[in-house]
């Protein structure tokens, strides 16, 4: 695997290999790599030619007072999980390089970036959609792989790659969870041990309102119970939001629907966590 630092030199590397008519699959991350991560990369190696990884804790989708600083890094063991997955290229810029003095321009996706965590995460996606078309440039992907635990974040890059035509699949892997549900994620790790036993709530109230959903149709019953659920522990803090939504416009579903997103973003301590399940 090569690590490549330079923009202008993975730029350079992925024109080459695009004249050579290679096909490029592309998992962009923030690092600390766990087995979410990996089922991504593990599809791109099986779909594509080459493969790039990009590790990059982007600096701009974090608000301020959120989790810049400390979001947890471990380059090494980054490598090392890659280098096992036969991955090509692993793309490690610095933040210079990405945002030199002087940077001033921003992706906005309108109205789906307002929604959900949009409303708890000021410029948040803003600066997710600002790097993926950033990195979008420099590796030339033919597909790009992401994960459907962040899905408000796969709808808004679909709509960015479409309205800016780049000429790029988008793929959307399904959540990887721990063994009790947990949807695995970097930030679990800021959990303590009672913290952690008290994350199972998220996907016991995500299965629950399934339940619901499916039994009877009734989005507002389900929305309830979940917060029913998610209220019964004292180590959850806040719930931002929990409910029933259309997996298209994010819009709270309040009546019955033929596809439903049932979504949540609570913190646990001062941990925020969101999960999902999308129901046919
Ligand atoms: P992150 O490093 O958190 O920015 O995540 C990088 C990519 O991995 C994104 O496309 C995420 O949606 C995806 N991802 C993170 N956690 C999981 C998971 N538990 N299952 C599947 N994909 C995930």
Redesign the pocket.
């Known amino acids: 695997m090569e690590i490549v630092r330079v923009p202008r030199i993975m730029s350079l590397i992925t024109k080459e290999l695009q004249i050579k008519g290679k096909s490029i699959g592309f998992?962009?991350?923030?690092?600390?790599?766990?087995?979410?991560?990996l089922?991504?990369v593990r599809r791109a190696r099986n779909e594509n030619d080459v493969v790039v990884v990009s590790i990059f804790v982007n600096p701009i989708q974090f608000a301020e007072g959120e989790d810049y600083e400390k979001y947890p890094r471990d380059l090494e063991g980054d490598k090392q999980k890659l280098e096992k997955l036969e991955v090509n290229y692993l793309f490690y810029p610095d933040v210079q390089n990405l945002y030199p003095e002087g940077y001033s321009t921003y992706v906005t996706v309108e109205k789906l970036s307002d929604k959900l965590c949009g409303r708890f995460r000021s410029g948040h996606f803003r600066g997710v959609a600002t790097i993926v078309c950033k990195l979008f440039n420099i590796v030339r992907p033919t597909r790009a792989?992401?994960?459907?635990?962040?899905y408000q974040?796969?709808l808004i890059i679909k709509r960015m790659a479409e309205d800016l035509d780049f000429d790029v699949d988008i793929i959307i892997?399904?959540?990887?969870?721990e063994l009790d549900g947990l949807?695995?994620?970097?930030r679990n790790l800021y959990l303590n041990e009672k913290e952690r036993q008290a994350a199972t709530l998220l996907y016991r109230s995500l299965k629950e309102a399934e339940k619901i959903l499916r039994e009877e149709m009734a989005p507002d019953k389900a929305k309830r119970r979940m917060i029913e659920i998610l209220s019964s522990d004292p180590l959850v803090s806040e719930i931002q939001y929990a409910g029933v939504y259309d997996p298209l416009t994010l819009e709270e579903v309040n009546q019955k629907n033929n596809k439903y997103l049932i979504a949540l973003a609570v913190k646990i301590g001062d941990t925020r966590l969101i999960d999902n399940l999308l129901i046919e």
């Open positions: 998992v962009p991350t923030m690092g600390a790599l766990h087995e979410g991560h089922s991504l792989y992401f994960g459907q635990k962040d974040q796969t892997c399904p959540t990887v969870r949807a695995m994620s970097s």
